[in-house]
Nanobody, 121 residues
Framework: QVQLVPSAGGLVQAGGSLRLSCAASGSIFSINVMRWYRQAPGKQRELVAAITSGGSTNCADSVRGRFTISRDNAKNTMYLQMNSLKPEDTAVYYC???????????????WGQGTQVNVSS
């Protein structure tokens, strides 16, 4: 059974940094795109950043220049390095990935548990 396990979030002061990780485990044949989403109180879930299996990335304008998405394909793990954090970055962060479990399976969408990131002013 495939599982996406995020690292713990936490509380950080504005201007600080935090690194999130998301490890995929279980029966995995291959992983396509991996993404980070977040949802702040009273707001809709939004895409923060995405990275393809080949390493191409994109990110939201609100985090560009501050956040960096990366992945280690050998470890089936994705990372989000968050620098210069702002109070508006406070949200529940979710990892997401398109994964196929066997050579003959279609890619399916998997989600990890949300992890809370609080940025204090």
């Amino acid at each position: 059974q495939v599982q996406l396990v995020p690292s713990a979030g936490g509380l950080v002061q504005a201007g600080g940094s935090l690194r999130l990780s998301c490890a995929a485990s279980g029966s995995i044949f291959s992983i396509n795109v991996m993404r980070w989403y977040r949802q702040a109180p009273g707001k809709q879930r939004e895409l923060v950043a995405a990275i393809t299996s080949g390493g191409s990335t994109n990110c939201a304008d609100s985090v560009r220049g501050r956040f960096t998405i990366s992945r280690d394909n050998a470890k089936n793990t994705m990372y989000l390095q968050m620098n210069s954090l702002k109070p508006e970055d406070t949200a529940v962060y979710y990892c997401n990935a398109l994964i196929r479990t066997t050579r003959f399976s279609n890619f399916a969408d998997y989600w990890g548990q949300g992890t809370q990131v609080n940025v204090s002013s």
